[in-house]
């Protein structure tokens, strides 16, 4: 019974993945298009593009995390 | 609560979330702080044999000398971008930054337990951090300026930002240890199942890719603060 509840909660901790994946596909989009209306404005983009990924995965690892310390450590 | 992991099924893995310490005649050492020293004498070695090997400089450089001024320049330029009057003081931090992450998380690819999955050197990198941005923009700002900087739109945020500042060091710790620790751990789970092709086309993505990742994060997170703080 408590290694069930275990496992729900560790597949419900690593559900954060969903809103990372989406929050990153549109910037991922919106970057792409601006790109394409002004070329030359390139670099900057990109370079905003990548802080907002990196925040946004950040959040992704930290579901993660969570989920292997319920599995390896709390389930012992 | 022991202190190494275990599969539920009672399989031992061997390996443990806590940081791991070695016992040499009577003093206990953390095993990451003498991988890691260990490392920075090797770095600093290679950093010395390829000076001296470039004894002249040329004007158009070839060879190693070329390869070498690609990397600084890079880091130069990027530096340049961001923070410009303080460029010349911040570069070599970033690159130092990136090359010892870099350097130290790839060795999980010799087997050596990277240094970032021990959370005390995590901490430490964080700190460091922090550290740079407050002392960077003390001497720019000076102390009234900075705390009127912190209280820029009304006095009202400045309890934000303050704690926006204090976090911002623990949220690279946290990034920075949970990525590698991941990565090692899909990678020990990997080896037990199918030792023979499969890790070596895995570990690409899983070692190499988390490692350069995150040795670029660490220093475009470490540049934009500073910028943060300096405008």
Request: glycine content about 8%.
């Amino acid at each position: 019974m408590e290694l069930g509840l275990i496992a729900i909660a560790a597949a419900i901790a690593a559900l954060t993945g969903i809103g990372a994946a989406l929050g990153m596909g549109f910037a991922t989009g919106k970057a792409v298009e601006s790109v394409a209306r002004q070329p030359e404005a390139s670099g900057k983009i990109s370079s905003s593009l990548m802080l907002g990924l990196i925040m946004m995965e950040t959040t992704a690892i930290y579901g993660l995390f969570v989920a292997i310390l319920l599995i390896f450590v709390v389930a012992a | 609560m022991t202190s190494s992991l275990m599969l539920s099924s009672g399989m031992d893995l061997g390996e443990s979330i806590y940081p791991e310490m070695l016992e040499l005649g009577g003093v206990t050492l953390p095993l990451s702080g003498i991988i890691g020293t260990a490392l920075v004498l090797i770095l600093l070695l290679a950093a010395y044999f390829i000076r001296r090997s470039m004894k002249n400089w040329q004007d158009t450089p070839r060879g190693l000398q070329n390869v070498i001024e690609l990397i600084v320049d890079t880091v130069h330029n990027f530096a340049n971008d961001k923070v410009s009057p303080y460029a010349d003081t911040l570069a070599p931090f970033t690159l130092t930054f990136m090359v010892y992450i870099l350097f130290g998380t790839c060795i999980e690819l010799f087997g050596i337990p990277p240094i970032t999955k021990d959370v005390n050197c995590a901490l430490a990198l964080g700190l460091t951090s922090f550290v740079i941005v407050n002392v960077m923009a003390l001497r720019a700002l000076g102390l009234r300026g900075r705390i009127k900087h912190l209280a820029t739109p009304s006095a009202v945020v400045l309890p934000i930002k303050v704690l926006t500042d204090c976090i911002a060091p623990l949220s690279m710790t946290l990034r920075l240890f949970a990525n590698i620790l991941v990565g090692y751990l899909i990678m020990h789970l990997i080896y037990l199942f199918c030792p023979v092709i499969l890790p070596g086309a895995l570990s690409v993505y899983f070692t190499l890719l988390h490692a350069a990742i995150q040795c670029y994060v660490f220093g475009t997170l470490n540049l934009n603060y500073v910028q943060e703080a300096l405008e």
